[in-house]
């Protein structure tokens, strides 16, 4: 197993600035995602890492030595496709066989090993078969045990669950997570599905146009968010962010949207450190983290229910607050029991706690 | 009851239209198949007794049994000349659109432009200094000459409709290999050609076609020792009373292979037809 | 167990493939096309006869291109070519067109009478041309039987210099419909089947569906087998020269069988050379718009 480690990563396609200086340290039997929406860059980093993409400028380390000469076939590692690129004219034996025979293992080995890669993934009654005739998951799978019959230094695994059906894509999460952790293998794992994300990751890595946002593990990443980016495509249902300002409340700092009835005090440190963005803040809070009560209570903020989405474990509850230019729809998440009708009044809290700050022109977090 | 009425009017000049387009090749065959005296009957008999002497008198010299008459000796001509430029044509033409689909190449769409429009071009036109100089070097009459002058005319056909193939199998297939220890010629052979084998196939059998019927070039560089086929059978007509009889039957023979092709590769065609334009 | 990092350097490099496999073909075609085009264009320059190699080539500057432009026989044979090419493809259009038409529908068999109808269009020109001599022919022709109710006499299709040219318009017509019909059919089949849909509910009458619907989706393609065929029209030799060899006179010496009697009849070689070039010029205005055309329905660039 190895250690992966990549410093100003560029890559133009044409005119198209895919990676724009990334840098990041994949560290030894790690599972790191790559996470990003389309466009993000984050396939394109991982194919350079590859070696089927050549970078315009940039280092990649694995294991400290310089690969970017290196053709794909030296640099041991393995790549599992969005599309499997499971060899269509070879049976599943021979699919999983091909890395072998370029290496010329002798017979016995080879056979061995495919067959305990065949074992491990349940996957020997299709042995025989061509991919064709086989489910998406059977594919999956196969393309999975391709990679693994290697025993390489670093796995590559492009959007490997995106064509599977969402019970099968949940079942195989948890099972690449635990052979990964099994093997003990350093993988990195690109998805533009947070969910994945965040339940596969050891480090999450999260990308933008080209960019690298944040590197964290996920409860990092999903606590202290260190831009807006990542505080809104974390999350789901997604963050909620106010634009809002420094004013006060009575004579207490406090973040107050102009126009309407959200007003929220503060401690004066925290104002403190927030005056050099006053007019151009935005708040972030969590649907968990806004907590509703029937009853007006003190400091709490009058709101109406615009639309409710019982979920069965939970309910999600669309609030709307204030009115004309400063209106804003807020998310609550709240317990499967709540009910209530479309335009009732309701009022709410944020968990101090629990809020980020952002500033509006460089989207960076305030701490 | 207007659908119905449409829907035969429409059969019955589908009918029409395949008697039209299929009678004179009926006849030809007819024709190959009879006596003498039933060609030059007036009018024309469409039932008769068939014979097997035109044939006969292609294939066999009188009295001397199996030998190689004139028109067997072209036909033979032909068959080499023709499939060895095949070969020859799809082999070059396969690699280079593999080239061309894969490796992005400065200027690709002007050598692509350039490759097609040599097959653009009038054989009349390339003959005449194709004609010097294959005097000059001795190539005149001979199998080689031809070969060479066919697998060029074919290879840029074999180009273009190749590299529609190719850019069809997704580059993943290639990729896995290399990643998985392949080099790149190894993933072309292992990987690539097995998927490409239907399209290979298809734009063997056109160049085969197109090599087969060929004539202008055949006509002007060649003459008795590699003559082909279509140039030797009108030619015949020339001499005497004309023996229609025989020249039908040379001519079936000569259509035979490629109406057997065009059917075995009829889902291809319109590929074929139309430089790989339309698919299906 | 894992392999090591470094490898065989035996394999070659991508750059070294790509040379490999574009090198050969490239130098096939510049070898058996530019080459001798180039060394005709030398000649075009010159008085030269083929036939008698012992005569050296003469210096003439451009009297052989300047020959051309004043020579009555060379614009008599354009003018022949353009009304070949015109007649022959307007009726395959027509045709092709009209037929496709009537094939547009589900019947029994389609597949196979498709493949039928695609024969003609596979045969070498120049067979094509000699069997439907025998079916021209005023004696015991096919067609001279089948017309003689209607004409009450024998027409000699291909050696009456008023009917020679309409023969060969025919003889072409029969060949390469079927490829219009074909190429019509690939466009029709292609127009998705809901904006008919859609016009119905609108209730479109059948013309207005045809003439909004239709002819603008196909348009392309029909474009496409146009220029094809003209350009394939243009340069026909084979099937002339089996039927007729640009007779009765010169009624229907195209300009492909003008510059091969030209060249290796008269062997006027410095002379058929720069007509040569000529035709080449046009061929490639000609072919250079069916090349962009067709990339541009293909796809790329």
């Known amino acids: 197993m190895a250690h992966v480690r990549i410093e100003n990563l560029v890559k133009h396609f044409d005119e198209v600035l895919a990676v724009n200086g990334i840098s990041l340290d994949v560290r030894d039997r790690e599972f790191t995602v790559f996470l990003g929406p389309s466009g993000s860059g984050k396939t394109t980093t991982l194919r350079a890492i590859a070696g089927l993409e050549k970078p315009d400028s940039g280092d990649i380390y694995i294991d400290d030595v310089r690969v970017n000469d290196l053709p794909p076939a030296d640099r041991d590692i393995a790549f599992v496709f969005q599309f499997y690129a499971l060899y269509p004219h070879l049976s599943v034996y021979d699919n999983l066989a091909f890395p072998l025979r370029a290496v010329h293992m002798s017979k016995a080995d080879l056979d061995e090993r495919v067959r305990e890669v065949a074992r491990v993934l349940h996957i020997e009654p299709t042995l025989n078969r061509k991919p064709a005739k086989l489910s998406g998951g059977e594919q999956q799978r196969v393309a999975l045990g391709r990679a693994m019959v290697r025993r390489p230094k670093v796995f590559l695994m492009d959007e490997p669950l995106t064509n599977l059906d969402a019970k099968m894509r949940a079942e195989m999460r948890a099972k690449l997570k635990r052979d990964q952790s099994d093997l003990g293998a350093t993988t990195i794992y690109v998805t533009h599905d947070q969910v994945e994300a965040m339940s596969m990751g050891d480090r999450i890595a999260v990308m933008d146009q080209g960019r690298l946002l944040q590197v964290g593990p996920p409860e990092q990443v999903y606590d202290h968010p260190q831009n807006l980016f990542v505080a809104g495509f974390i999350g789901s249902p997604a963050m909620n962010l106010i634009n809002c300002q420094l004013g006060a409340e009575g004579d207490r700092p406090a973040l107050v949207v102009p126009g309407s009835p959200l007003s929220l005090s503060i401690a004066s440190d925290l104002a403190a450190r927030l005056e050099p963005a006053r007019e151009r803040l935005v708040l972030g809070i969590r649907p968990e983290d806004v907590h509703l009560s029937r009853e007006s209570r003190p400091g709490w903020i009058r709101a109406e229910v615009y639309v409710t989405e019982p979920l069965g474990a939970e309910t999600i509850v669309d609030l709307h607050v204030g009115g004309g230019d400063a209106a804003s729809i807020l998310r609550a998440r709240t317990l499967p029991t709540f009910r209530a009708a479309i335009g009732e009044p309701i009022w709410m809290e944020f968990d101090r706690e629990r809020m980020h700050c952002f500033d509006r022109a460089s989207g960076q977090a305030i701490s | ?280 | 167990m894992t392999v090591t990092l470094a490898r065989r350097r035996r394999a070659l490099s991508d750059y070294q493939v790509k040379m490999l496999f574009l090198m050969p073909t490239l130098l096939l075609l510049v070898g058996m096309n530019v080459f001798p085009l180039i060394w005709s264009l030398h000649l075009s320059f010159h008085d030269y006869a083929a036939d008698m190699p012992g005569r050296p080539p003469r210096a003439v500057g451009v009297a052989n291109y300047t020959a051309l432009l004043h020579d009555p026989n060379l614009w008599r044979n354009f003018q022949v070519t353009a009304e070949f090419v015109v007649l022959a493809v307007a009726a395959q259009f027509l045709i092709g067109f009209g037929v496709a038409l009537l094939l547009n529908r589900e019947f029994k068999g389609k597949g196979l009478i498709t493949t039928l109808i695609l024969l003609p269009m596979m045969l070498s020109p120049a067979v094509v041309g000699l069997f439907w001599k025998l079916i021209l022919d005023p004696n015991w022709g096919l067609l001279d039987f089948l017309i003689r109710p209607v004409t009450h006499a024998s027409v000699p299709w291909l050696t009456n210099d008023r009917t020679a040219l309409p023969a060969l318009v025919m003889i072409d017509t029969w060949m390469w419909s079927p490829f219009m019909m074909l190429i019509s059919l690939a466009g029709l089949n292609a127009v998705p089947r809901h904006l008919y849909e859609a016009a119905e509910v609108d209730r479109a009458s059948g013309w207005f569906k045809f003439r909004h619907i239709t002819l603008p989706l196909i348009a392309p393609l029909l474009l496409l087998a146009l220029i094809f065929r003209t350009m394939d029209a243009f340069k026909l030799f084979d099937m002339v020269w089996v039927a007729t060899e640009g007779g009765p006179g010169d009624v229907t010496k195209t300009v492909s069988v003008g510059l091969y009697v030209q060249a290796f009849r008269e062997w006027r070689t410095g002379e058929a050379c720069a007509l040569a070039y000529v035709l080449l010029v046009v061929i490639i205005a000609l072919s250079s718009l069916y090349i962009r055309w067709l990339s541009r329905i293909r796809g790329e660039a």
């Open chain 2, 1 to 280: 009851m207007n659908g119905r009425l449409k829907r035969t009017l429409a059969l019955t000049a589908v009918g029409v239209v395949l008697v039209i387009y299929l009678l004179p090749i009926y006849w030809i065959v007819a024709t190959s198949f009879k006596e003498y005296g039933d060609i030059l009957a007036r009018p024309p008999r469409f039932l008769f007794v068939p014979t097997l002497r035109n044939y006969a008198a292609l294939f066999l010299l009188p009295g001397q049994g199996l030998q190689a008459t004139p028109f067997a000796a072209r036909l033979l001509n032909s068959v080499i000349i023709a499939s060895f430029s095949t070969v020859l044509a799809i082999a070059l033409g396969t690699m280079t659109a593999y080239a061309f689909s894969r490796f992005r190449t400065r200027g690709q769409s002007d050598w692509l432009f350039f490759i097609l429009s040599t097959r653009m071009l009038p054989p009349v036109v390339v003959v005449i200094p194709v004609f010097l100089m294959y005097r000059a070097l001795g190539l005149f009459d001979t199998h080689v000459g031809l070969i060479m002058l066919y697998t060029a005319f074919n290879v840029s056909f074999a180009v273009w409709l190749l590299k529609g193939f190719m850019d069809e199998i997704p580059k993943e297939y290639e990729e896995a290999a290399l990643v998985d220890g392949y080099s790149r010629l190894q993933a072309f052979v292992r990987v690539v050609l097995p998927q490409a084998v239907a399209g290979i196939a298809a734009t063997s059998v056109f160049c085969l076609i197109s090599a087969w019927n060929e004539f202008a070039f055949a006509l002007v560089l060649t003459q008795r020792t590699a003559q082909t086929a279509p140039p030797y059978i009108p030619s015949v007509v020339g001499s005497g009373a004309t023996e229609w009889g025989r020249i039908a039957a040379g001519t079936v023979a000569f259509l035979l292979p490629v109406a057997i092709f065009t059917f075995i590769m009829r889902k291809h065609l319109l590929r074929g037809a139309t430089f790989g334009a339309l698919k299906r």
